[in-house]
C-alpha cells in the first residue's frame, strides 16, 4: 500500500480565491499609481488576505496519521483509529467519541446541485458511503463538495483498515487535536482596522 497525502479544495473556492486576489491587486495597484488613493491600498490588502482565509486555505488534508481540516478559526487533525464515522448531512463531519468536526471547505451541496448529479456520481463509493437498506445522502453525490470530500476520506480509512494500519484508538491530545489560528485571526483585525483606518 502506497498512500500519499491528499489535499481536498473545492474548485468554487479556488475561483472566490483568484478573484479577491485579483480585485485585491486591482486596489493596491491604484493606491500605488495615484498618491490620492493611498488608502486604497490597505483596502486591496484585507480583500486579498480573506480571499486566502476564507476559500483558500481551508481544506482537508489526508495523511497516513489521520484528517487534518483546515477551517478558517480553527485547525483539527483526527487520528484514523479515533474516527468512527464520516457524516455528510450538512458538510463532511468527523464524528469521534469525543465530538464532531466540521469542515469549511467540504460544505454539503444545495438543492440545484443535487438534482444536476448523474447516476455515475452514486456508483463506485466506499461501503461506509451507505446507509440503511444502502440510502445514500446527497452531500454523499461524488460530484459535491461534501461528498467528493468525502469519498477521499472514506477511500483512504478503508485502505488503512484493510492493511491494517489503524492500530488502537489513541487516548487524550493523540486522538483529536484542535488548535486555534490565532495568528490568523489577529491578521484579519489588524487588517479590518488598518482599512477602517485608512477610509476615515
Not at 120 to 148: H, V
Not at 159 to 171: F, I, N, S
Amino acid at each position: 500500500m502506497n498512500l500519499h497525502t491528499e489535499v481536498f479544495r473545492p474548485r468554487g473556492s479556488i475561483f472566490l480565491a483568484g478573484l479577491m486576489w485579483l480585485v485585491g491587486a486591482i486596489f493596491v495597484g491604484v493606491g500605488v499609481a495615484s498618491t490620492r488613493e493611498f488608502s486604497s491600498i490597505p483596502v486591496g490588502l484585507t480583500v486579498a488576505f480573506f480571499g486566502y482565509w476564507l476559500f483558500w486555505y481551508p481544506v482537508v488534508q489526508l495523511g497516513i496519521d489521520g484528517v487534518t481540516v483546515r477551517n478558517p478559526m480553527r485547525t483539527i487533525t483526527v487520528a484514523w483509529s479515533a474516527l468512527v464515522t464520516v457524516d455528510t448531512k450538512y458538510a463532511l463531519t468527523l464524528v469521534t467519541e469525543t465530538g464532531k468536526y466540521t469542515a469549511w471547505a467540504a460544505p454539503a451541496p444545495s438543492a440545484l446541485e443535487s438534482h444536476l448529479s448523474k447516476p455515475a456520481d452514486a456508483k463506485d463509493l466506499p461501503a461506509n458511503s451507505y446507509g440503511m437498506g444502502g440510502l445514500l445522502r446527497p452531500g454523499d453525490l461524488k460530484n459535491t463538495n461534501s461528498g467528493a470530500a468525502a469519498f477521499l476520506v472514506r477511500s483512504y480509512w478503508e485502505q488503512l483498515a484493510e492493511a491494517g494500519r489503524l492500530g488502537l484508538p489513541p487516548q487524550g491530545k493523540a486522538a483529536v487535536s484542535v488548535r486555534f489560528n490565532t495568528a490568523l485571526v489577529i491578521a484579519a483585525v489588524v487588517l479590518v482596522l488598518l482599512s477602517a483606518w485608512s477610509l476615515s
